[in-house]
């Protein structure tokens, strides 16, 4: 055997003993996961720069999403992590009862059917009841298992310092976690994420990913609370610019120490891999993790599901029972222009929210259900059952059209034909 193979194989044997730069490894491995896992340094120079620049902390929204206003119908681009994450999670929050309801209407509509073809639900709305909307989440288990992951992690960092007196490894571990905690201890956190004004009256929204979205959740506000639309807003004034950027300053500033300190370092150092790959597979968890809406602090409970083969349909069955929400969201799904009936149809459901708003609930009813959104004789044009004034099934003085000199009101069933 050659000198330079005994060497190589030494030079093994040592390096797989103790790795060396595992710093790099772990870069190499994790990427951008492991910068905020245990190689936390890098991002301690991102969040200085960020507090120096454009002053933010947060993240951009992993998911693009609108947030409508159910009342007036002002839809804006959603700029919220929090609510981005909630429509992101969805898939795994909703009760399965909504996936039932949807089954169930196109077994129906798959039976009243005279072809083959499959039905396919365009659009569902689910309806939720916001019961508390904080800015302090509940606990869960990605909330708790921080602190038991940095447990495991000082737990592994002692073993050298018990076996061996090397304290290094236990030193770099608990000092790089106080400054983990630091680092997501700061306030701007909170004010980036939940920096609104508490609402003194209901406000209704809905959210969804936009125009040929299978999904949208009309929320019914609690009357207090958060105000999710705010929430969405691209831009907030951040109270707590000059700590933030003080704070990250000096932070990036330990980390870079912290990165001298073991930067050399050559002993034991399969336990500091170990730490950072714990850390590692940590941080995926985290990252993700499906969560419940509850645990960003809005506190959701289901209502019901609304939905129809097509997606007007929808609209007007949500309109039907929480007027002005299918108004709101026509304009995103039906940007263009309408048809005769549709147009006579959501100009009454216009009236019918304004007599609504406000009212209380016996006056409300006065105004019963809406027309139905097909004419009764298959006219995409037929508006004669469509009332100009008054409540749909109401007899007044104004009855939309007349037939051989008699008003054709929408009670009159001879003069739906």
């Known amino acids: 055997m050659s000198e330079d193979f005994k060497n190589t194989s030494e030079w093994l044997r040592v390096q797989w003993r103790n790795p060396r730069d595992i710093f790099t490894i772990l870069l190499i491995i994790g990427g951008d996961i492991v910068r905020v896992a245990v190689a936390q340094i890098s991002y301690a120079v991102s969040a200085m720069l960020s507090a120096m620049g454009d002053t933010r902390l947060m993240p951009n929204p992993e998911l693009d999403c609108l947030l409508i206003n159910a009342k007036t119908g002002y839809a804006r681009a959603n700029k919220s992590w929090i609510l981005s994450r909630m429509l992101r999670?969805?898939?795994?929050?909703?009760?399965?009862?909504?996936?039932?309801?949807?089954?169930?209407?196109?077994i129906v509509l798959q039976r009243a059917s005279t072809g083959k073809q499959?039905?396919?639900?365009?659009?569902?709305?689910?309806?939720?009841?916001?019961?508390?909307?904080v800015d302090?989440?509940?606990?869960?288990?990605v909330y708790w298992i921080g602190l038991?992951?940095?447990?495991?992690?000082?737990?592994?960092?002692?073993?050298?310092?018990?076996?061996?007196?090397?304290?290094?490894?236990?030193?770099?571990?608990?000092?790089?976690?106080?400054?983990?905690?630091?680092?997501?201890?700061?306030?701007?956190?909170?004010?980036?994420?939940?920096?609104?004004?508490?609402?003194?009256?209901?406000?209704?929204?809905?959210l969804t990913q936009g125009n040929g979205a299978h999904d949208a959740l009309l929320i019914l506000g609690p009357g207090n609370g958060l105000d999710l639309e705010a929430m969405a807003a691209p831009y907030r004034q951040?109270?707590?610019?000059?700590?933030?950027?003080?704070?990250?300053?000096?932070?990036?500033?330990?980390?870079?120490?912290?990165?001298?300190?073991?930067?050399?370092?050559?002993?034991?150092?399969?336990?500091?891999?170990?730490?950072?790959?714990?850390?590692?597979?940590?941080?995926?968890?985290?990252?993700?993790?499906?969560?419940?809406?509850?645990?960003?602090?809005?506190?959701?409970?289901?209502r019901e599901t609304i939905v129809e083969?097509?997606?007007?349909?929808?609209?007007?069955?949500?309109?039907?029972?929480?007027?002005?929400?299918?108004?709101?969201?026509?304009?995103?799904f039906f940007p263009g222009k309408l048809r005769k009936r549709e147009d006579s149809l959501w100009a009454f459901a216009e009236k019918r929210c304004q007599a609504c708003t406000g009212k209380s609930s016996a006056e409300?009813?006065?105004?019963?259900?809406?027309?139905?959104?097909?004419?009764?004789?298959?006219?995409?044009?037929?508006?004669?059952?469509?009332?100009?004034?008054g409540a749909y099934?109401?007899?007044?003085?104004?009855?939309?059209?007349?037939?051989?000199?008699?008003?054709?009101?929408?009670?009159?069933?001879?003069?739906l034909g």
């Open 89 to 106: 999670d969805f898939d795994y929050w909703y009760p399965r009862l909504v996936d039932s309801e949807e089954s169930a209407k196109t």
């Open 118 to 133: 499959r039905i396919r639900i365009g659009l569902r709305v689910s309806v939720w009841q916001c019961t508390k909307a």
């Open 136 to 141: 302090r989440g509940h606990g869960d288990v």
């Open 148 to 206: 038991l992951v940095a447990i495991l992690q000082l737990a592994l960092a002692a073993i050298p310092w018990g076996l061996y007196g090397e304290w290094l490894t236990f030193m770099v571990t608990a000092v790089g976690t106080i400054l983990a905690f630091v680092s997501g201890a700061l306030p701007q956190w909170t004010e980036e994420k939940y920096g609104v004004r508490n609402l003194t009256e209901r406000k209704d929204v809905v």
């Open 238 to 302: 951040v109270k707590c610019l000059a700590a933030t950027r003080i704070s990250s300053i000096l932070l990036a500033t330990l980390w870079i120490a912290l990165l001298i300190c073991v930067a050399g370092w050559q002993q034991h150092t399969w336990y500091l891999l170990g730490i950072g790959i714990l850390g590692l597979i940590h941080n995926v968890f985290v990252a993700g993790k499906k969560r419940q809406p509850s645990a960003f602090g809005i506190h959701l409970i289901y």
């Open 309 to 332: 083969e097509k997606v007007m349909h929808t609209l007007w069955r949500l309109e039907e029972g929480y007027p002005g929400a299918g108004k709101a969201l026509l304009d995103t």
């Open 364 to 389: 409300r009813e006065k105004w019963g259900p809406v027309p139905p959104f097909r004419s009764p004789n298959g006219m995409t044009d037929y508006i004669d059952d469509i009332p100009i004034e």
């Open 393 to 415: 099934g109401e007899v007044t003085d104004d009855c939309a059209g007349e037939s051989n000199g008699k008003k054709t009101c929408s009670d009159d069933p001879a003069a």
